[in-house]
């Protein structure tokens, strides 16, 4: 099946630091979707892009949604203590049914 | 209020011993879909359905089987559980016709020895 593969799988930040991450994949998506999970948690969207190019804004959160359709990158400005958590991206083609997502990135902000 | 509902919440259970996971959403939303989170492995799609009497595999689907008789409620089901179904799981379900903007239910932690 297709592949995200989604980098770092961890990182370790101080608070008011930016945090960088980002998906890339073998195929063409043509919806790109970032998720935060907290502990004991479903899934939380975050943000949704839908056309390639596109960058959207959610508070301190920014993605993108890379030109050639492979790939997405999240942005986090400034970051917090309650930013930890786990972060997914998820590439899908709507209407077909199937979802996507990468094995996520753990963030831990140091106070 | 707008919630995925999963019941249990946890489960332990024994190897073949045949098991339901209810899911129930009450946003009236025409997609819904089953995932497992193993540590490392994020989320992988068991099977999904884009609307009632309509289900389809997902890349994990081997020993499970879903139904969708009604739009609000997607059961999974393990026939006979083995250890390496050990996981969480998540349902979630969405607004459109296909699978953007996920609502996710609060996971169900299973556990079969």
């Known amino acids: 099946g297709q592949q995200l593969n989604q980098s770092p799988q961890s990182m370790f930040i101080q608070e008011g630091e930016d945090v960088s991450m980002n998906c890339t994949s073998s195929?063409?998506?043509?919806?790109w979707l970032w998720y935060k999970q907290e502990p004991g948690e479903g899934p939380v969207l975050l943000i949704a892009?839908?056309?390639?190019?596109e960058l959207t804004s959610n508070g301190r959160l920014t993605a993108q949604f890379g030109i050639t359709r492979k790939d997405s990158f999240l942005n986090i400005s400034a970051s917090i203590p309650s930013d930890v958590g786990i972060y997914f991206c998820a590439g899908l083609n709507t209407n077909a049914g199937k979802s996507t997502f990468g094995d996520g990135t753990t963030l831990t902000v140091k106070p | 209020e707008a919630q995925v509902t999963q019941n249990p919440r946890y489960l332990i259970t024994v190897t073949g011993k045949k098991l339901t996971v209810t899911c129930s959403q009450n946003m009236n939303h025409e997609y819904m879909s089953w995932y497992r989170q193993d540590p490392g492995l994020g989320l992988r799609q068991i099977y999904y359905?884009?609307?009632?009497?309509?289900?389809d595999k997902g890349d994990v689907p081997e020993g499970y089987k879903v139904s969708r008789k009604e739009k609000r409620n997607f059961p999974l089901i393990l026939e006979s559980p083995s250890p390496n179904q050990t996981s969480l799981y998540f349902c979630?379900?969405?607004?459109?016709?296909?699978?953007?903007?996920?609502?996710f239910g609060p996971g169900t932690r299973l556990t079969v020895t």
């Open positions: 195929s063409i998506f043509n919806t």
């Open positions: 892009l839908y056309k390639a190019g």
């Open positions: 979630a379900s969405s607004l459109l016709g296909g699978p953007a903007e996920q609502y």
């Open positions: 359905s884009m609307n009632v009497e309509v289900t």
